[in-house]
């Protein structure tokens, strides 16, 4: 990875990951791109280009104005939006990571997709989820991220594409919100934690799903990216965890930093629904065995972080 192109680049991991890989490989080397320009540091601190993935000419024309040597694809509509706007969804992201693997092709770059725990499905086995099992997720998100690993493996073997990615889980961060997932309660209770004392989730009090603190979802990409293609027999998409955990014990983990934080619970019947198709928890031994993935933040450790975060920020 030398010179590296974003695609939703102002999204939840864009706006950190970009800031990130500028950090490491340098400001002008990592080109951010998104759908619309925003006063974001990930938009200001290095090049920007305004680029609709579905739009392959832009796309190609952006990686080859910068000749970049790596794609990192992460525009796409999350869980509950998809579900909302399944035509939308499908179109998007899978009109955009098609046009994305072809622009790696032509280019020969090196491919970096996410893939999710919304690609397992009811008849996943719900705990300990190996690497490789039955996916048949009952989403249209979940239909396009299997679609999409298989995808990536398709460029990889009949190209030779590069192509690597990572099952994330829910990711929490306080630098930017996700928008449109299932496990977006995780954000918001801290933020709610921080500014008001209480919250009130749309996920049941006992629904376990993975769940993962930002600075080690970017680490697993990095290291991944920069492992040893040899060493690699999964690449798309690597099963990732740090922690398997319900709203009950995140509450509780804030209550230990927050006296007196208030939890309830109004569930939402179509995010709970999804919820409760995906795995409880899953197994990250592949990753684990092929390129050392490792974490640093339990629960515990990251409600710390994120209070504290969050207290400076708001
Ligand atoms: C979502 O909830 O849709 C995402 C995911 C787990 O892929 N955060």
Same mark, same amino acid.
């Given at each position: 990875?030398?010179?590296?192109?974003?695609?939703?680049?102002?999204?939840?991991?864009?706006?950190?990951? #970009?800031?990130?890989?500028?950090?490491?490989?340098?400001?002008?080397?990592?080109?951010?791109?998104?759908?619309?320009?925003?006063? !974001?540091?990930?938009?200001?601190?290095?090049?920007?280009?305004?680029?609709?993935?579905?739009?392959?000419?832009?796309?190609?024309?952006?990686?080859?104005?910068?000749?970049?040597?790596?794609?990192?694809?992460?525009?796409?509509?999350?869980?509950?939006?998809?579900?909302?706007?399944?035509?939308?969804?499908?179109?998007?992201?899978?009109?955009?990571?098609?046009?994305?693997?072809?622009?790696?092709?032509?280019?020969?770059?090196?491919?970096?997709?996410?893939?999710?725990?919304?690609?397992?499905?009811?008849?996943?086995?719900?705990?300990?989820?190996?690497?490789?099992?039955?996916?048949?997720?009952?989403?249209?998100?979940?239909?396009?991220?299997?679609?999409?690993?298989?995808?990536?493996?398709?460029?990889?073997?009949?190209?030779?594409?590069?192509?690597?990615?990572?099952?994330?889980?829910?990711?929490? !961060?306080?630098?930017?919100?996700?928008?449109?997932?299932? #496990?977006?309660?995780?954000?918001?209770?801290?933020?709610?934690?921080?500014?008001?004392?209480?919250?009130?989730?749309?996920?049941?009090?006992?629904?376990?799903?993975?769940?993962?603190?930002?600075?080690?979802?970017?680490?697993?990409?990095?290291?991944?990216?920069?492992?040893?293609?040899?060493?690699?027999?999964?690449?798309?998409?690597?099963?990732? #965890?740090?922690?398997?955990?319900?709203?009950?014990?995140?509450?509780?983990?804030?209550?230990?930093?927050?006296?007196?934080?208030?939890? !309830?619970?109004?569930?939402?019947?179509?995010?709970?629904?999804?919820?409760?198709?995906?795995?409880?928890?899953?197994?990250?031994?592949?990753?684990?065995?092929?390129?050392?993935?490792?974490?640093?933040?339990?629960?515990?450790?990251? #409600?710390?972080?994120?209070?504290?975060?969050?207290?400076?920020?708001?």
């Amino acid at each position: 990875m030398k010179r590296i192109l974003i695609t939703g680049a102002l999204g939840q991991i864009g706006s950190e990951l #970009t800031l990130k890989l500028r950090e490491i490989y340098g400001a002008d080397q990592v080109v951010a791109t998104d759908i619309k320009k925003n006063d !974001s540091e990930a938009a200001q601190s290095g090049p920007f280009e305004t680029v609709d993935v579905t739009d392959i000419k832009q796309m190609m024309e952006t990686a080859k104005k910068y000749k970049v040597d790596t794609i990192m694809h992460l525009a796409a509509l999350l869980s509950a939006t998809a579900e909302a706007k399944p035509v939308v969804a499908w179109n998007l992201n899978m009109g955009g990571l098609m046009n994305a693997l072809e622009t790696a092709r032509e280019l020969k770059t090196q491919f970096f997709t996410p893939s999710s725990i919304g690609a397992f499905g009811p008849c996943t086995p719900k705990h300990h989820t190996p690497q490789d099992t039955i996916m048949r997720p009952t989403t249209m998100y979940g239909v396009n991220k299997v679609a999409g690993e298989l995808l990536a493996d398709y460029y990889y073997h009949k190209y030779g594409v590069d192509t690597r990615g990572l099952r994330f889980p829910g990711l929490i !961060s306080y630098v930017a919100l996700p928008g449109g997932g299932t #496990t977006d309660y995780a954000v918001e209770i801290y933020y709610e934690a921080v500014k008001h004392g209480r919250y009130t989730s749309y996920i049941e009090k006992g629904t376990f799903m993975d769940m993962m603190y930002m600075p080690d979802a970017l680490r697993a990409i990095i290291d991944l990216m920069e492992a040893d293609s040899s060493r690699l027999k999964h690449r798309n998409a690597f099963n990732v #965890t740090a922690m398997s955990v319900a709203p009950g014990d995140i509450a509780a983990s804030i209550a230990n930093y927050i006296p007196g934080f208030e939890m !309830s619970y109004r569930v939402d019947p179509d995010r709970q629904r999804i919820a409760e198709s995906w795995p409880d928890s899953i197994d990250a031994s592949a990753a684990r065995e092929e390129w050392g993935f490792t974490y640093e933040y339990d629960l515990d450790k990251m #409600t710390q972080d994120m209070i504290e975060k969050l207290r400076e920020k708001l």
